[in-house]
């Protein structure tokens, strides 16, 4: 049975696109369109470091307001463990977004309870009390991760409008 | 004071507790009844008067061993407090009035355990969900999730299912015998 | 961005030819998160003796929101079916897109690095020491 070897050593163009800069004007995240962002943390555990440092690197990927961005897409990042005493205050949050409004769940704890799936005071998963938008794995996932989970919730954005 | 000056020390003060010194660290094991004086000589005397952690130790039969690290910063000496209290019976008089950072820990202590720990101002549940029944670092609290779900690990090679009996009986790590009770 | 350290633990790729089904990995797995199903088939009978039957894998999968990337598998693994690989970039907006099947591992396998060089100084692995002088690198 004749099957391909794989190569190694080869890259796939996720990565080339995760190394990109902000491109040419008007390329960058939400597929061109110009998006006002307000991204609200709810930090919980150890990916809340991984989101600091891409938030940081966010910044310099859309420095500032642009003119005509339209009314802020609101995201709520949950990033590390969400535990059943902590689960109110989540789902709180999420309520206290104005539209429009997104989550994006990080890191695999916040998936799925990822490696605490079967512990007695966790909830297993951020979707299990608020609606979640893009889930991205990891554990925790990197930084650059974080920037390519944003350019998959905005485009989905940039293709409603 | 150093190690052996804590021991020379306590060997007068507390006759009835036992101590070890292991590396930087001093042990002294106590009866449940000279626990507030341990802590007092601990602080007073020997100069450890950093509370680090509060916890327990689930020693089946035994009882519950309750125990408390100290450290003098001066000395840069650790000290761990130990006492042993009857499982039937799990009740300890409370630390923070020694040392107030004992407050959270016993709290803590008292809903994975279930150590009752007198004159304490306030013994309410740190950690877990309201209405969380049981207390969840005993040994015979079994997670649930892990015998409810099925182990991936369960089938042999060249099943689709994990076989209901089958020569060996594969129970992932983790699970209790005779888990979940029929 | 940051170039990706040689053994940066991004996502695991499945050589499916390499695997004999001896489920180490889904039973060394602290997750969980590796599903394997299989099936015996008997091979036709050589001139004497009775068929074989060899195991043939239906389903391998990867729960990769359950998976907190520690390599208990591919360290467990005896055939080396399973690598790691740097990629992450594979969020998706249902979580059943993160459980990936044998297809997409297998596409994973595709941006498998080499493996690094040995470490200046590191002693040689056992396979190379048993081959002789003149094995291994350099």
């Not at chain 1, 597929?31 to 930090?43: C, K, P, Q, T, Y």
């Amino acid at each position: 049975m004749d099957l391909p070897l794989p190569r190694l050593g080869g890259t796939r163009a996720g990565v080339a696109l995760a190394d990109a800069g902000p491109g040419p004007e008007g390329s960058g995240l939400g597929g061109g369109r110009a998006i006002s962002l307000r991204v609200f943390e709810a930090g919980l555990a150890c990916c809340a470091v991984e989101v600091s440092a891409a938030l940081r690197r966010f910044a310099e990927l859309a420095p500032q307001a642009e003119e005509g961005a339209g009314p802020p897409v609101h995201v709520l990042v949950v990033a590390g463990t969400v535990t059943d005493k902590l689960a109110p205050l989540v789902r709180e949050a999420y309520r206290a977004l104005p539209e429009p409004r997104l989550v994006l769940s990080f890191g695999a704890c916040s998936n799925s309870g990822g490696p605490y799936w079967d512990s007695y005071c966790v909830t297993k998963g951020a979707d299990q009390i608020i609606p979640v938008d893009v889930y991205v794995p990891g554990c925790p996932p990197r930084p650059e991760a974080l920037v390519e989970g944003m350019r998959l919730l905005l485009d989905g954005v940039g293709a409603a409008s | 004071m150093t190690a052996a000056e804590i021991m020379a020390e306590a060997a007068q003060s507390l006759p009835a507790a036992r101590c070890a010194a292991e590396g930087t660290t001093v042990t002294m094991d106590v009866p449940p009844e000279d626990w507030l004086a341990a802590l007092s000589f601990a602080r007073d005397v020997a100069g450890c008067d950093f509370f680090d952690w509060l916890t327990a130790v689930d020693e089946q039969d035994e009882g519950f061993a309750v125990l408390v690290h100290l450290y003098s910063i001066e000395d840069r000496q650790h000290l761990l407090v130990r006492t042993l209290i009857p499982r039937d019976n799990p009740v300890l008089p409370t630390a923070s009035g020694i040392f107030r950072g004992a407050g959270w820990p016993e709290r803590e202590t008292h809903e994975m355990f279930g150590v009752v720990f007198d004159g304490h101002p306030g013994l309410a549940p740190l950690l877990l969900p309201e209405g969380f029944e049981g207390h969840p670092l005993r040994k015979d609290f079994a997670l649930a999730a892990r015998a409810a779900q099925e182990w991936p690990g369960a089938r042999e090679p060249g099943e689709r299912r994990a076989a209901e009996r089958s020569r060996r009986r594969l129970v992932p790590p983790g699970v209790p015998d005779g888990w979940p009770p029929p | 961005m940051t170039d990706l350290a040689p053994r940066s633990r991004g996502v695991i790729g499945l050589l499916e030819e390499n695997c004999t089904l001896c489920m180490l990995c889904a039973r060394e797995c602290p997750d969980w998160c590796i599903y394997i199903e299989s099936h015996k088939e008997a091979l036709p009978a050589p001139e004497s003796g009775r068929p074989q039957v060899r195991n043939v894998l239906d389903r391998f999968a990867i729960d990769f929101s359950l998976c907190m990337y520690c390599g208990i598998c591919i360290e467990a693994c005896p055939y080396d079916a399973l690598f790691w690989s740097g990629e992450f970039a594979y969020s998706e907006t249902s979580i059943a897109g993160l459980t990936h099947e044998k297809d997409r591992l297998r596409e994973w396998m595709w941006t498998v690095p080499p493996p690094p060089a040995h470490d200046a100084g590191a002693p040689l692995p056992r396979e190379a020491r048993a081959a002789g002088p003149g094995a291994g690198p350099g």
